[in-house]
């Protein structure tokens, strides 16, 4: 074999290996498309309204306050992509949001969310998901000019 095909050849191996994201890979995981009106009332009847407002999204007033309050949706510096929200919803100590008050978490590296697995259906979650994704915008970075 000559040289310059076994490079090739090598290069070829490498980047496919590097490609590969391993057995936990969410590559290819997607969900069928959700409603968001159903999503909506999920919304309202696992009770997220509680401590979840939702930018541009008129919501009845929760019968309590819980204990603390995170907007959803409006304008954001990171895309939040798809799997975020799944990520979200199903894991929610996966990441904590920075501007938690550590007080309020009593040190733990936990969401305060409560894990709403065994009480949620797989379509609540996927049409959750529906209600929730567009009410993210991603804004453009700031352009920085440099000096010459």
Request: proline letters at 9%.
């Amino acid at each position: 074999m000559n040289t310059k095909v076994w490079c090739i050849s090598v290069l070829a191996a490498v980047g496919l290996t590097a490609c590969n994201e391993g057995v936990k890979s969410g590559k290819g995981f997607r969900l069928p498309d959700g409603d968001a009106e159903k999503g909506k009332a999920a919304f309202v009847g696992l009770q997220c309204h509680t401590c979840h407002p939702v930018v541009g999204v008129e919501l009845p007033a929760p019968s309590s306050k819980g204990p603390i309050s995170f907007f959803i949706g409006g304008e954001v510096t990171r895309l939040r992509t798809y799997g975020d929200l799944v990520t979200s919803i199903i894991n929610p100590s996966h990441g904590v949001a920075p501007g938690f008050d550590k007080k309020q978490m009593e040190g733990a590296k936990l969401s305060p969310m409560p894990e709403f697995n065994n009480v949620m259906t797989v379509a609540q979650m996927i049409d959750l998901v529906a209600f929730l994704h567009p009410r993210y915008k991603t804004l453009a970075p700031e352009p920085y000019y440099m000096p010459p």
